[in-house]
């Protein structure tokens, strides 16, 4: 199974860049997603079979968290990868184009995958490094001056920033002496061993070059940049997986820090981040004016709210696993309707922006109502997520944490709902034209959004299993 | 005779402090890759024959020869101005770089009292070559010089790995090589689509996407 995860994309890819035939990519784009939700519902109910080679399975393999963020990423993938059809059709993109655009496209999903499967510390940061090479010519896809600018930001500063990682890999490799590799079970076995002082320097490193690709602040500068540029359907792999595989790659190495004893460490690191992130989104929160960056900034905010979860023990933790798949899911819904609005309106300012309700009132509404599921209103997980954080304030004795917790969650609210509502309601400043979209404009989000609806109100309990599974990773 | 080589590669970097000529950066950039070669070559025993062939692909073959021949085409392509231009002046990047160097070799000295198992010049250097290579990134204008500063930083990384026993798989070294490539490979794509669209290549006029 590893092994089609990670090969059949490739595969595919080098059949579609040989054929550049419009239905054979298309087909492509729709089959890899689809053969990783098959994949997934199989590991989930315990199917598990094994293709050679075997050596895969030293470096590669299914954890309990592992199978979350792989099922968190799968979804946002099939839904981005139905909306890019809608892409194709909207920007008239010529058949070789498609075919460069699904390839990279493959190899940032497996590339992804990648990450969350590694067993092996500098194997993940080789895929992680991998995602940003591939998610970088994607970002430059619409060959635009400014994309162009949002690319070299992104590919310069992540891949410094993942530099500084391997070196505190490095780090923890002299520090690890005792343990004698790096793979992450022996890791966790032996960490009593490791020698704290080298554990300590090489977390300070990771943690700046990983935090660098999840764009916590202060080291977020590339990605309101990248995810206002990068066409809509990349964006929301951007915020909706990309992140979560770099944060994947901090939770597993705060599991060291916490099995060495040094977590006081790392957990006052993650709550500084966590609120200076908070902050910086709520302070650009209102004076942004290009619609794409307002929704990168909640990304950073939501990043953000993570770190602090994870710094808060157990319930936090779970409260964290919850946010991951709500946050991810929303952004993509709202990146995607992002890309209908543009394509209405062909322009990314909030101000020329009016009366969406009444031009294409599907869009409208899932609009809005991706805005009550990221803001965290009930019925949707988000709600449960951020109640269960402050929560987990009051339990572990922080709960002065709550009041500017608070305070900087209203006004990214206030902020963010200022600009959708505005642009939502108000008389269309365009033509009365209604132009219509076609269905795969608006299936991924209704698809995302009634899965966020079914996971706030009534939790299946296979999707809670999974959940407390990768919620007990940590302890 | 392999602390002479770890002492020139160090040098080079002070070399590269007081250059002025883009030209230059490229060839320390391969004379590093050479002494990183005569490093691992001086120190093979114990290593089977691939990896031998390995590392002596990556360093001498990739980072000596075919990186620096590939950005001296970019460069001469583009025709860019030879100057680096740097925000600090000569002298005083100069001082900085003589700081970076002495606390490279504090570093080598403490470390050489603590446990053992780590070379403890191969360190000291290591951490010099890292510092100096991010301290000229945020000093030179031309983004050209960020690649080739990258590249050294890489570089450092490379001898910082060289300093620990600890052999990594021969899967991650291939990744790790595979992605630097790659990473210069995409660098230097969109170096030439910068300069032609941006019609420059100071940093500089990297400012239309902000808030």
């Known amino acids: ?475 | 005779m392999s602390n002479v080589i770890i002492i020139l590669l160090g040098t080079t970097m002070l070399y590269v402090f007081a250059a002025s000529r883009i030209e230059a950066y490229v060839k320390t950039l391969a004379l590093q890759g050479i002494f990183l070669f005569l490093l691992v070559i001086l120190d093979i025993n114990g290593l089977s024959w691939l990896n031998i062939a390995f590392l002596v692909l990556e360093t001498l073959i990739i980072k000596g020869i075919i990186i620096p021949y590939f950005l001296l085409n970019v460069i001469r392509k583009n025709e860019i101005g030879r100057e680096v231009e740097p925000y600090l002046s000569q002298f005083y990047s100069l001082l900085i770089g003589s700081a970076i160097f002495i606390f490279g070799f504090v570093a080598a000295f403490w470390s050489s009292k603590i446990e053992a198992g780590i070379k403890p010049l191969y360190f000291g250097v290591s951490l010099v070559l890292i510092i100096a290579s991010l301290f000229l990134i945020v000093n030179r204008k031309r983004i050209i010089t960020h690649i080739l500063c990258y590249m050294m930083l890489e570089n450092g990384i490379f001898l910082l790995s060289l300093s620990v026993a600890n052999e990594m798989p021969m899967l991650v070294n291939v990744g790790v090589l595979l992605d630097l490539f790659v990473g210069v490979y995409l660098f230097a794509i969109f170096f030439n689509k910068i300069q032609s669209m941006f019609d420059g290549n100071h940093i500089d006029i990297l400012t239309d996407l902000k808030d």
């Open chain 1, 1 to 475: 199974m590893i092994t089609i995860l990670l090969f059949l994309p490739v595969l595919l890819g080098v059949v579609v860049l040989l054929s550049s035939k419009r239905e054979i990519t298309r087909i492509a784009l729709l089959l890899v997603p689809a053969v990783y939700l098959i994949i997934v519902i199989c590991i989930w109910s315990g199917i598990n079979w094994i293709i050679l080679p075997g050596w895969l399975n030293i470096y590669f393999s299914f954890d309990p968290i592992g199978i979350y963020f792989l099922a968190v990423m799968t979804v946002v993938f099939s839904a981005s990868s139905i909306y890019s059809l809608f892409y194709f059709k909207e920007h008239n993109v010529s058949p070789q184009k498609e075919a460069a655009y699904t390839v990279t496209n493959f190899l940032f999903a497996a590339s992804m995958a990648g990450v969350i499967l590694s067993t092996h510390l500098a194997l993940m940061w080789v895929f992680v490094e991998a995602t940003t090479l591939s998610s970088a010519l994607l970002i430059y896809f619409e060959r635009k001056k400014s994309s162009l600018e949002a690319a070299w930001k992104y590919i310069y500063i992540c891949s410094i920033g993942i530099s500084l990682a391997f070196v505190g890999i490095i780090f923890l490799s002299i520090g690890s002496k005792p343990v004698g590799s790096l793979f992450f079970s022996d890791l966790y076995k032996h960490a009593s061993q490791i020698n704290p002082f080298w554990l300590l320097i090489s977390f300070v490193f990771v943690f700046v070059g990983f935090g660098t690709k999840v764009g916590v602040a202060p080291i977020h500068a590339w990605l309101p940049d990248a995810h206002s540029e990068a066409p809509s359907p990349i964006s929301a792999m951007l915020s909706g997986t990309l992140l979560n595989t770099a944060f994947l790659g901090l939770i597993r190495y705060q599991e060291i820090m916490v099995s060495a004893h040094q977590e006081y460490f790392s957990n006052s690191l993650f709550l500084i981040t966590g609120f200076l992130s908070l902050l910086i989104s709520a302070v650009f929160m209102l004076q942004v004016k290009n619609y794409k960056r307002m929704l990168a900034y909640s990304s950073i905010e939501n990043m953000g709210i993570l770190f602090i979860g994870i710094a808060l023990g157990k319930l936090g933790i779970f409260a964290a696993m919850i946010l991951l798949v709500a946050h991810s899911f929303s952004k993509t819904s709202l990146f995607l309707t992002s890309g209908n609005i543009l394509h209405l309106y062909k322009t990314k300012k909030i101000e020329n922006v009016n009366g969406l309700l009444k031009k294409d009132s599907l869009t409208g509404w899932l609009w809005i109502i991706s805005l009550l599921s990221i803001s965290g209103m009930p019925p949707f997980p988000s709600f449960i997520a951020k109640f269960l954080i402050i929560k987990a304030m009051f339990t572990m004795n922080l709960g002065w944490l709550a009041v500017p917790f608070f305070i900087l969650l209203a006004v990214i609210i206030y902020g963010m709902g200022g600009s959708v509502f505005k642009m939502s309601f108000g008389e269309s400043n365009f033509d009365g034209t209604n132009s219509k979209l076609n269905f795969s404009a608006y299936a991924g989000q209704i698809i995302i959004l009634v899965l966020l609806l079914i996971i706030g109100t009534n939790i299946p309990d296979m999707i809670l299993n999974i959940i407390k599974n990768a919620a007990g990773f940590l302890n």
